[in-house]
């Protein structure tokens, strides 16, 4: 047999396998019923097609009347369709009837007065592209045009349980009082035994390490680090590795970059001007910071939304706290885009849409042309927002030809801010002059002009930050046209949350601040409820609401709302500590318990989804977890901490100017780093290829749940990448050349630096036969013996780190 034969067959020698496991495979949705929606197509729906059809359509296709018997304002009627038949087909635009009428095609042209613009085209004919996905039609739909004092809130609107305040709940009583360990684990076993369920026992010690060493720090646990634990047999010996965790720099890393995900993080703009922000690493630094010294939620939330306005007593507190309003600058923005009001409409919806799912868990970006169709936000609570943002500075004019950059701050003194906006002047200056100056050699004046400046420019540290613009309250849009104004609002906050007694915002301040404190009360019903349900979600792989971005009716009710009520209680009443939260969470018995396999007999018909938490879900690596984990385990990881991603020289460049790839090769090389994957840059519409694969979070928009896929390329990836064989390579060198002197020994320690735990007899029999049949392979080559062990050991090692066991966690 061939090595390569040899390498695929090597799954015999592990007790695992060396593909993915085996999950569903995905099925098309029924042609009568919308699959289950995600947040970005909610959106996508509720911003880009639901108000086209309002505004072209419903006249005609409405519910008042339906020309040719065509009705639509419904995923059903449109599948039902007219006289010509149905009007879409799902997944296929260029069958669709609707995607041919808009097209102006040989059926039909509408609408009838005129050909929509190429932008709602296209979006329509994604949206049957994709599925045509269509929020739930079962739940009440709100009137379509937007009302200001007439909005009245019902009872029902305010009793919804998402906008009561969270109520401070006993313990439930439980009948086996032996297993809770912390008052987390009375409310799982109090829904358990209600339902007739035995809690599953508790982890293996070794499992348990790893699995919260994973979690806490995003790598995996050492041989040295398991040994002691393994020994320590005292009450509180978990309790000791919880608390060493949380107090590695390690742990910042792994949870700054699940808050990254919420906050749409990259290292470019995207969109449709996809330039560089080399300076965007100053506020991924600041929150890796912020989770490592635990600061307060409530200041996290207040500095994020409106640090630039709060007083400082240095230059570093006033630095650090321009930098952390990075939260509002760093998601994509429209560059170019020539209407300059709408630009800056459309920076603002971001910015609400952001502020409502990462803070609120609430879709209030959809009420932008309308009231709400779910929720109770009327259009003009939306634009009472967007007065607060349409106040704040987050773009600037960049040069003369429409092109826009985002607002940034200099971080030393007032001459350092002057210098930076003269140099932009200059810079602008040159530019115009190229571009309007065919001459050759004046064009090289100018270039090498530019050039100066760009490297002027990057001497001098800046941060992307906002700032208060001209403060004025705005109008409610008609459909979300500013074509269309209709009356003015104060600017406030959404009135199903805030008291009507709340005295209104200063003609002299933006808002910002005034909506940062009201978010950080401590009897808001949602800040504290949303963060604790997703730090619930990222250690049990669901949220307590399992639609963790979004809190209102379309969205998931709570699996336990005594328990969610309990954290966020305790979440305010500990300080708004997060580490707090982890160790009522991580010392609880429902943490601790095991995951299903053949000793652990689970009645799955009780609970198939595990709502209850019956035994702790097993769930696959991040992709940055599985990159990291590589790099550790072979002796290549460089856990150097902050610093730039990108130099500074690239700022605000394009990733590929005019087709030569300024950018490009610098990033190709920053992709190289051996640092850990959160220093990897974030380049949105071109992500690292492992980050592709494994399901790296959307960075347009609030990614409070990744998606976890199981498909093909990921084992192809994992078995053939150059990652892998780099790491196999190291790991056999690191074994071959260590302490170790003998194979047994040595499998060993591949065993323990990669799954934490010993091999079996039969497992070590097997690898040792594997590698004397591999060699023998290769003596036909004419290969010397240290070169046919060094690639039997290759091969073996890489199968180990492409195993399932490598990258699944217990």
């Known amino acids: 047999m061939k090595p390569g034969c040899w390498l695929l067959g090597l799954a015999g020698v592990l007790a695992v396998t060396s593909s993915l496991a085996q999950g569903p495979s995905p099925s098309t949705p029924d042609a009568d019923k919308s699959a289950p929606l995600d947040s970005a197509a909610v959106k996508f729906f509720e911003t880009k097609i639901r108000p086209v059809l309002a505004e072209h359509c419903f006249q005609c296709h409405g519910p008042e009347k339906q020309k040719a018997g065509l009705r639509l304002d419904s995923r059903s009627s449109m599948l039902r369709g007219g006289e010509s038949g149905p009007a879409i087909v799902p997944g296929v635009p260029e069958s669709s009837l609707l995607v041919d009428a808009i097209n102006h095609g040989d059926v039909v042209q509408m609408p009838p007065t005129g050909k929509l613009p190429l932008q709602p085209i296209a979006d329509l004919t994604a949206w049957v592209k994709m599925g045509a996905p269509w ?17 009245e809130l019902s009872a029902d609107d305010k009793a919804f349980w998402a906008f009561q305040p969270p109520a401070n709940r006993l313990l439930p009583k439980v009948q086996q009082t032996g297993w809770p360990k912390t008052p987390v684990d009375h409310f799982v076993l109090g829904q358990l035994e209600a339902k007739g369920l035995e809690p599953a026992p508790g982890a293996d010690k070794r499992i348990l390490i790893r699995r ?11 041989p040295e680090e398991i040994a002691p634990f393994l020994r320590d047999d005292s009450p509180d010996a978990y309790a000791r590795v919880v608390d060493r965790l949380l107090a590695s720099p390690r742990y910042g890393e792994r949870w700054g970059r699940h808050w990254l995900d919420v906050a749409r993080y990259a290292d470019s703009n995207g969109a449709d001007e996809n330039r560089i922000h080399a300076n965007a690493w100053r506020y991924r630094d600041y929150v890796v910071a912020a989770f490592n010294q635990d600061l307060p939620y409530d200041r996290f939330i207040v500095e994020q939304l409106a640090g630039d306005l709060l007083p400082a007593t240095d230059r570093e507190s006033r630095n650090r706290q321009w930098i952390a309003t990075g939260f509002l600058a760093i998601g994509p923005k429209p560059l170019l885009a020539n209407d300059a009001v709408k630009v800056e409409l459309d920076v603002v919806d971001e910015q609400i849409d952001t502020t409502g799912r990462a803070f609120m868990a609430l879709t209030l970006g959809c009420a932008r042309c309308h009231d709400h169709k779910f929720d109770p936000i009327p259009a003009s609570d939306y634009y009472a927002l967007a007065g607060i943002f349409k106040s704040t500075t987050t773009i600037d004019r960049y040069d003369f030809q429409n092109h826009r950059s985002w607002t940034e701050r200099a971080l030393g003194d007032v001459e350092d801010e002057e210098r930076l906006q003269r140099l932009k002047a200059a810079y602008d200056e040159a530019n115009e002059a190229r571009r309007l100056n065919d001459e050759p050699n004046e064009q090289k004046k100018f270039i090498a002009e ?25 109008r409610v849009l008609i459909r979300g046209n500013h074509m269309t104004p209709g009356p003015d609002v104060p600017r406030g906050f959404p009135r199903v949350l805030a008291s009507d007694s ?15 404190q009201w978010l950080s009360q401590p009897d808001h019903p949602l800040t504290a409820r949303v963060m604790v349900n997703r730090i619930w979600k990222w250690h049990f792989g669901e949220g307590i609401v399992r639609s963790v971005d979004n809190f209102g009716r379309l969205g998931e009710r709570p699996d336990n709302q005594p328990l969610l009520d309990y954290l966020a209680v305790h979440f305010v009443e500990s300080g708004w500590s997060v580490k707090a939260i982890h160790r009522q969470i991580l010392l609880s018995g429902a943490y601790q318990s095991a995951t299903p396999h053949s000793a652990l007999r689970i009645p799955h018909s009780a609970e198939p989804e595990n709502r209850l938490l019956s035994h702790m879900n097993r769930r696959r690596l991040d992709a940055e977890e599985i990159r990291d984990a590589l790099l550790m385990v072979s002796g290549q990881l460089d856990l150097t901490i902050g610093g730039a991603a990108l130099p500074p020289e690239l700022n605000i460049e394009r990733v590929a100017e005019r087709g030569k790839g300024q950018g490009e090769e610098v990033i190709s090389r920053a992709y190289q780093t051996k640092r850990r994957s959160l220093y990897v840059p974030v380049i949105r519409s071109g992500l690292f290829d492992l980050f592709q694969a494994f399901d790296f979070a959307d960075t347009s928009i609030v990614t409070g749940r990744r998606d976890s896929t199981t498909v093909a390329p990921q084992a192809l990836f994992l078995m053939n990448s150059d990652l892998i064989w780099q790491a196999s390579q190291q790991l056999a060198e690191r074994v071959l050349h260590g302490a170790r002197d003998d194979d047994e020994a040595r499998l060993r320690e591949v065993y323990e630096l990669a799954y934490g735990r010993p091999p079996s007899s039969r497992e070590t029999a097997r690898a040792v036969e594997f590698l004397r049949a591999y060699e023998h392979e290769l003596a036909s080559d004419g290969l010397g013996v240290n070169e046919r062990r060094r690639r039997a050991w290759e091969a073996w090692c890489r199968v180990v780190l492409a195993s399932n066991e490598f990258i699944y966690v217990q």
Do not use: C, H, W
């Not at 919260?212 to 050492?222: C, E, M, Q």
């Not at 050039?451 to 004025?472: F, H, N, T, Y």
């Open 135 to 151: 929020p739930s039609e079962q739940i009440s739909v709100r009137p379509t045009e937007p009302k200001t004092a007439s909005y």
């Open 450 to 474: 530019m050039k100066k400046v760009r490297k002027e420019l990057a001497a001098i540290p800046v941060a992307m930050a906002v700032r208060d613009g001209s403060v004025a309250d705005t």
């Open 212 to 222: 919260t060493t994973f979690d806490l720090t995003g790598l995996p646990p050492t």
């Open 502 to 516: 709340r005295p209104p915002i200063g003609d002299d301040e933006s808002g910002r601040l005034a909506l940062a």
